[in-house]
Each structure stands twice: as C-alpha cells, then as structure tokens.
C-alpha cells in the first residue's frame, strides 16, 4: 500500500513527535550556546507544541497547521515579536530536516513583516558615566555596566564569563555570542581600573557572583562552571536587569548600554566594519538597528558645511 506524505513535509529517516523533534533541537549546539536562547527558544516553541499537538508525529503535521498556530500565538502582536517566533519556528523545522526527519515547511505567505524603524534609544555618555561612578552601585554591578559599554556586547555574552576567560593584561576576553559563534572583545580605561578589584585573589569561576551563597539544592543544580568554590553562583540576567532597572528608576537597561556604545561609536566616525566586529553582528542591517547616531549628532555634523575645505584654485 502506498505511503502518503502530508502536503508541505519532506521525506526522512526517523519519526520523532512534534515534542521529542522540540526536546531534541533545545538540547543541540544550535540553542545551548546561551541560557537565554535556550530559555526564549524553549518557551516559543512550546506554545508552537501545545498548539498543533506534542504528542503527534512531526511528519503528520502540515505548514499550514504550524503557520495557523503561529498566527493564534503571535498573529496581533508587535512586528518584532512576530519576526522573532518565526524565525525560533523556522531555525527548529531547519534542524530537524537537516537531521533527516520528515518535517513541514512554513507556506510561503507566514512572512517576516517589515518592522517600524525606531528613534534612537542611546543613553548620554555623561549619564552612563555617572551611574557608573555612584557610590550607591556595589563594585560588581559598575563593573558589569561599564563592561557592557565599552565591550558593546549583549549582557547575557557577558554574564557568561568567568575568571579564565579574562586577559587582564591586554583588556580582552572570548565571548560565546548568540547563535554560540565566539568573537574577542575588549574594553577601556574605566572597565580595566575596576575589573581586577573585583577578580582580585579569584582564579576561576564566574566573574559576576550573586550577593550570597546559593542554598543546598541550588548549588547542587549548579553547573561546576556556574559556581564559586565560596558557593556564590554566577549573576543571572534577570537580577541583572532587576538591578539596573532600581538604579536608574527604569530608564536605562542593560541592552541601552550596548546601543549607546555603538551609536556614539558611530558618531565618532568609526567604520561600519569596525562596529561589527566589535559587535558580533553577521551582517549590516543588523548593526544599523543600534549604529544610528542622534539627531544632535547630524546638527554637528552640518555645521562643518559652513566651512568647507579649501578648494586649490586652477591656475
């Protein structure tokens, strides 16, 4: 008797559920190189799993099942917030046909939708400085933020790092970037004069520790690389966030100190392939999303217009 293949599925080896395809692509290289990833991977495509039904084979489930569940899930909500489940959707049916599964496609009509270029949201250098200079903000948190600046990197690359990974000595470290590509990055004046402070007698473990030493089954969950031999535990994103969020009464977040950085970069006149590989970003358009200099920053520049170079006359 012949086999029938739903309309929109590929033919492959193997015929995991829709739940085990999920469980199997959050446990790959492609999602573990990040806890956030992980943790925004795992709640989209959970939602997806719950919708078209974890327990059937992915090879019975069609496009067009998955796109009308993209749309109830997703389908009245922001530009971006639909661009970023489509895409978790997309990376996890990719995977699972390059692992030679029988698996649907999304129609060609579940697009990704143009977004509304937004203003600026870079912070004053002035009051980034400033938060990072009162006396009210523990050494561990100046440093964090002063890092995030000055390396321009995401927080949750940067929260990852643990006292190996740093070359104090030439102001540089390796971060696992999103997606678990690794790029080098470095930082100035202001991160260098407090970072070996905060290491200071540590050789090992996270470089950003919580305040107090974690319970018994928290450490016990803890990775080995997540953990201080005093039993401090590495800061997590949520924290962080929670404490930048109390200092500056929830007008800077950890993201801004990254869009700043590469916006006042771009002020400075610093080329577009210098920002990305200071960045990590894979490509242009990405990086111009940060890379916008103000308003202000074009007033300056006009008024070099009132006095032009000076032109050598033909003789």
Not at 125 to 149: E, Q
Not at 198 to 211: C, K, M, Q, Y
Request: proline content about 3%; charged content about 25%; glycine content about 8%.
């Amino acid at each position: 008797m012949a086999t029938v293949t739903a309309i929109g599925a590929r033919r492959g080896a193997g015929a995991p559920t829709v739940a085990q395809s999920v469980d199997r692509f959050l446990a790959s290289p492609t999602v573990t190189g990040s806890a956030n990833t992980r943790r925004a991977y795992t709640s989209t495509l959970e939602k997806v799993a719950a919708a078209v039904g974890g327990d059937r084979a992915l090879a019975e489930v069609t496009g067009q099942q998955l796109a009308d569940a993209l749309t109830d899930l997703w389908g009245g909500a922001a530009e971006s917030t639909w661009n970023r489940n489509r895409a978790v959707v997309t990376s996890w049916l990719t995977w699972c046909a390059d692992s030679g599964w029988a698996c649907p496609e999304l129609p060609r009509t579940v697009k990704r939708r143009r977004e509304k270029r937004a203003e600026t949201r870079a912070v004053d250098w002035h009051t980034i400085d400033r938060l990072c200079s009162r006396r009210d903000v523990p050494l561990r948190d100046k440093c964090l933020f002063r890092m995030l600046y000055e390396t321009s990197s995401r927080a949750s690359a940067v929260l990852q790092l643990n006292v190996e990974d740093l070359d104090l000595r030439n102001r540089s470290a390796t971060i696992r970037q999103k997606g678990g590509h690794q790029i080098q990055v470095a930082w100035g004046d202001g991160t260098a004069a407090i970072l070996g402070r905060l290491v200071a007698g540590r050789t090992s473990g996270p470089v950003f520790l919580t305040d107090l030493p974690a319970g018994p089954q928290r450490a016990a969950a803890a990775k080995s690389r997540d953990i201080d031999e005093t039993g401090r535990t590495r800061l997590s994103y949520g924290r962080a966030r929670a404490l930048i969020e109390r200092y500056t009464g929830g007008e800077i977040t950890l993201h801004q100190l990254r869009h700043s950085s590469l916006t006042h970069l771009a002020e400075a006149g610093v080329g577009t392939t210098t920002l990305m590989a200071k960045s990590g970003h894979a490509n242009l358009r990405s990086l111009q999303r940060y890379a916008r200099p103000s308003f202000a920053a074009v007033q300056a520049a006009t008024e070099l217009l009132a006095d032009p170079p000076t032109r050598k006359r033909r003789t």
